[in-house]
């Protein structure tokens, strides 16, 4: 039983990874990814106020040698060249690899190595350009399943590994 946002953290990360993103950037670029999807999410059902000033927040991202931006999943997540390698950054601020990781230890426990393999093996079932479009609607098939609306917000789901493995197999046939 987990909640939606670290399952779409993971595969994300797992995606990003896939495309061609050393780890660390995929774990900052996939909890770039599911954090802004929550924000979109809670917009959308009232919980967040919507953004102001967009207008004047887009001309400042746009500065060159700033952020750019990156589309994973079908969303663009800005981010950064740092000392560390590429980061998505979020209010300004670089995701660091290391806290994701912790991030998705705590979440998953000891099923995270489980989790990941299936979805590295639902990944690596697709040609990498074919992933990159499919992403997004694979993970609508396997997310856990929870209430519409505000009951759903932050609520558990059951996560089921043998669904992603038989996606995997489906693609393979």
Do not use: C
């Not at 990360?13 to 929550?38: I, P, T, Y």
């Not at 917009?43 to 967040?48: D, E, K, N, Q, V």
């Not at 969303?75 to 994701?100: C, N, Q, S, W, Y």
Request: proline share 6%; no cysteine; glycine share 8%.
């Amino acid at each position: 039983m987990v909640n939606r946002a670290p399952v779409l953290t993971l595969w994300a990360a797992v995606v990003a990874e896939r495309l061609g993103f050393d780890r660390d950037e995929a774990l900052s670029l996939g909890k770039a990814l599911a954090g802004l999807n929550a924000q979109s999410k809670g917009r959308s059902l009232g919980i967040f106020k919507p953004v102001e000033h967009r207008k004047e927040l887009a001309e400042k991202k746009a500065r060159p040698g700033e952020e750019f931006w990156i589309e994973l999943l079908g969303r663009p997540i800005p981010a950064r060249i740092t000392d560390h390698g590429l980061r998505a950054v979020i209010k300004g601020r670089p995701i660091e690899p290391d806290g994701v990781s912790r991030y998705l230890q705590e979440k998953f426990g000891p099923r995270l190595e489980s989790v990941k393999e299936a979805m590295l093996a639902l990944a690596r079932a697709f040609k990498a350009e074919e992933l990159a479009s499919k992403a997004y609607s694979l993970y609508e098939q396997f997310r856990p399943e929870i209430p519409p609306g505000l009951k759903g917000w932050g609520a558990k789901g059951e996560l089921k590994l043998d669904l992603i493995r038989r996606l995997s197999r489906q693609s393979q046939s």
